[in-house]
């Protein structure tokens, strides 16, 4: 380049950018900026991107960022503490077991790309799922493309499990919604003896799958419900439909919904003076006592799986601890939102754990059909937090469930806690005959009872 | 009729909210023709600011309300300077998506700080229902249309028989002239900012005890209060009032003989009908002011 030219070259940078500087700066600007506002960075500079060693790796893609995040911490403080435990006692055929979280934040495509990563990537052996059921079902092609094994600790859509694949990759450690509806309206009828029942739900995609599987829970013990009525998220007023439930003289409302809708629907029913007995799916498990005031709350039954607060059995009360410990929380069972899920996670983690034990290989990908096998044959038996699981799985995809409806626990809010019904003052209003079936298939219920 | 009368009751209520939240948004158009779509957001503001005084630094009613009507007042001073006047006459397109964009960083501020459950702000007229003709309502969705339609009262007032008052109503009038003859219109409007934000405010505060306070409450009360003020007509403040009530009213009506579903889209359809009917709204006269 002549000296001329250069000088020119130099003048013009001085005036300004050119438009091809201007054009890579931008790129670069924009670039960057998109990359840190999508959060891009975590998938360029993952916190475990090699492989450490001789562990086992576990996935798990859960809701750890917008709205429900609670649900996403639950599952994942659960399988941590189970990971934790078996390593301290030497962990899986000789290796340290290690997992390996990533967000969904609820939303399915999130979900979807996550079992991709977590199978092929991060080179996991299996994978747990979160509480958002449109995660979960949009994993079901995923999942049975890679031959991938999913458990579930907390989203019960029944159709995620119960999917038509043969074989079957996926399992569940929680609820199952169609389950939740017989259990409800089973106690209801013989356990509460209401004569007259009727349906209360959210008009959402769960809501309305749980008002479905409620009609189908009565129509097959040969009842009608009494009304079927809907409330939209966020609604603040429920006096109309109250009024007419009030009207059909519906003695007891069985429903699928959570808290805040929850809350406004008691508060609706103080105003018209109308206090059936509520019965619900565990939507109302989270702050429910607090945004309708304990008076209003109490005697409110919810269905769950497990509870943190009132008498704990010994190995929940060292979870307790453990997790108030490492996670630096407040000695307050309510810090355990939606509290089921962490002990349907420490569950799965350790039915995985036999599993894998059974299968005898962690070598990815030639395991997942192992252990796919081992989790549906070879878990025999296994005394877990929620419950004995003789066996975990078993070959036909309804039993692709662990957790069966008679384990299901029944809690009551009472003075704002959700604590065991077994331990509550409205015990003594549910039939003895009732009470005797319960704690038969509630070993727990009946130690906690013997001790106090 | 003890429906009826249900229906009513808590129609009057949340009514009076709609119509706090249009009122704002006429004072806002009156005097620059312009408005704040983040009003909404001001009434959670005002509610979820009444649960952090009142419940958890355990303040007294009146001092949350006193320090609310000034936070909320400066807010509408900031956003106006800053959302408004850079764009007023210059850029419709402006002013609307400034204001709008406040709101949403509003909404996601409140979400990181509050939190994003829903929280109760327990006070002592939601603790027991009374009953009136077999209806039953808390004394403080009684209060709220005592408390809205008494600020009403007091701005219709302040606007007819102080020397301010008359300054605003001059610069509504005609903003030009009213610069012409030395009212400074800039602090004019400024002021009915401040107003209808402080406004929105105190609307979050009275009926946050009966809708619970959440950082997302303030998206369908402003759009709401938005399509109350249009079908009001946005140049009316007594047609504005009286639809707010009315569609707070409308809106039982429909939930409990229809369904809640049918809600929103029955009011919603009607804002459509009545504008194709009527423009201007129901009491709108000729656009006056620039």
């Known amino acids: 380049m002549t000296k001329e030219k250069k000088n020119k070259r130099m003048i013009s940078s001085t005036n300004g950018l050119t438009r091809r500087e201007f054009l890579k700066g931008s790129a670069g600007v924009m670039g960057t900026v998109g990359l840190i506002g999508t959060g891009g960075i975590p998938f360029i500079f993952p916190k475990k991107a090699l492989a450490q060693a001789g562990t086992i790796r576990i996935g798990m893609s859960c809701a750890l960022t917008g709205p429900h995040t609670h649900t996403g911490l639950s599952v994942k403080r659960g399988a941590e503490v189970a990971c934790d435990f078996l390593n301290s006692k030497g962990g899986v055929l000789g290796k340290k077991l290690e997992m390996v979280v990533l967000d969904d934040a609820g939303l399915p495509p999130n979900g979807v790309a996550n079992v991709r990563r977590l199978a092929t990537r991060e080179k996991c052996v299996a994978m747990l799922g979160g509480y958002h059921s449109t995660v979960g079902l949009a994993m079901r092609a995923p999942i049975h493309e890679l031959g991938f094994p999913y458990i579930s600790p907390y989203c019960a859509n029944t159709t995620i499990i119960e999917n038509g694949y043969k074989p079957n990759f996926m399992f569940r450690v929680s609820a199952k919604d169609k389950w939740i509806a017989q259990f409800l309206v089973d106690f209801a009828i013989n356990g509460m003896g209401k004569k007259n029942l009727a349906v209360i739900c959210e008009n959402t995609g769960w809501g309305e799958g749980g008002k479905n599987d409620l009609i189908s829970a009565m129509n097959k013990i040969g009842i009608k419900p009494a009304s079927i009525e809907q409330f939209n998220w966020g609604d603040k007023d429920m006096t109309p439909q109250l009024m007419r439930l009030r009207d059909q003289k519906a003695d007891c409302l069985v429903g699928y919904y959570l808290d805040p809708e929850g809350a406004q629907m008691v508060k609706s029913m103080a105003k018209i003076n109308y206090r059936p007995q509520i019965l619900s799916a565990w939507g109302i498990s989270g702050n429910f006592a607090e945004l309708a005031g304990n008076d209003l709350a109490e005697g409110a039954m919810v269905s769950m799986t497990y509870t943190w607060c009132g008498k704990l059995d010994p190995l929940g009360q060292r979870i307790t601890d453990y997790i108030i410990k490492k996670y630096s929380l407040k000695n307050d069972c309510r810090e355990f939102r939606t509290g089921s899920g962490t002990a349907n996670a420490y569950d799965a983690i350790n039915i995985l754990a036999l599993a894998i034990q059974a299968a005898g290989t962690v070598e990815v990908p030639e395991c997942w059909s192992k252990i796919r096998d081992a989790l549906e044959k070879k878990v025999t038996h296994y005394e877990g937090l929620i419950t004995t699981y003789a066996p975990a799985f078993m070959e036909n995809e309804e039993r692709h469930d662990a957790i069966l409806p008679e384990n299901y626990l029944m809690t009551v809010w009472h003075d704002g806690f959700l604590i065991p019904i077994t331990q509550a003052p409205q015990w003594k209003t549910v039939a003895p005959d009732y009470q005797e079936k319960y704690l038969k298939t509630h070993h727990r219920a009946r130690e906690i009872m013997k001790r106090t | ?290």
């Not at chain 2, 706090?20 to 009156?30: D, K, S, Y």
């Not at chain 2, 459950?117 to 309502?137: C, E, M, N, S, W």
């Open chain 2, 1 to 290: 009729m003890t429906e009826v009368i249900q229906y009513l009751l808590s129609g009057i209520a949340m009514g009076s909210i709609y119509s706090l939240v249009a009122l704002g948004f006429c004072i806002m158009w009156a005097t620059s023709e312009t408005v704040n779509f983040a009003q909404g957001d001001s009434v959670m503001l005002g509610a979820i600011l009444g649960v952090t005084f009142c419940v958890d630094m355990g303040w007294p009613i009146w001092l949350g309300m006193a320090v609310i009507i000034i936070l909320c007042s400066l807010f509408g001073i900031g956003l106006e300077r800053v959302a408004i006047r850079p764009f007023r006459g210059i850029s419709d397109i402006g002013w609307m998506l400034s204001t709008i964009a406040i709101g949403i960083i509003i909404r996601n501020i409140a979400m990181v700080t509050f939190g994003r459950y829903d929280r109760p702000f327990p006070t002592a007229l939601v603790k027991q229902p009374i009953y009136i003709g077999g209806a039953g309502v808390y004394p403080q969705e009684i209060l709220i249309p005592i408390i809205a339609l008494g600020l009403m009262v007091g701005i219709e007032v302040f606007h007819k028989k102080t020397k301010f008052g008359s300054a605003l109503r001059a610069v509504a009038y005609n903003r030009d002239a009213a610069g012409l003859m030395g009212i400074n219109v800039n602090l004019m409007i400024s002021f009915s900012y401040a107003l209808a934000t402080s406004m929105a405010g105190i609307a979050g505060f009275i009926v946050a005890p009966v809708i619970l306070a959440s950082a997302y409450m303030g998206l369908l009360v402003g759009l709401k209060g938005f399509a109350v003020a249009i079908i009001g007509g946005i140049t009316s403040p007594r047609g504005t009032i009286l639809a707010g009530f009315a569609y707070g009213v409308l809106e039982k009506f429909v939930a409990g003989y229809f369904s809640t579903a049918a809600r929103e889209i029955t009011a919603f359809f009607l804002v459509i009908l009545i504008l194709l009917v009527s423009p201007q709204g129901i009491f709108g006269g000729k656009n006056r002011g620039a």
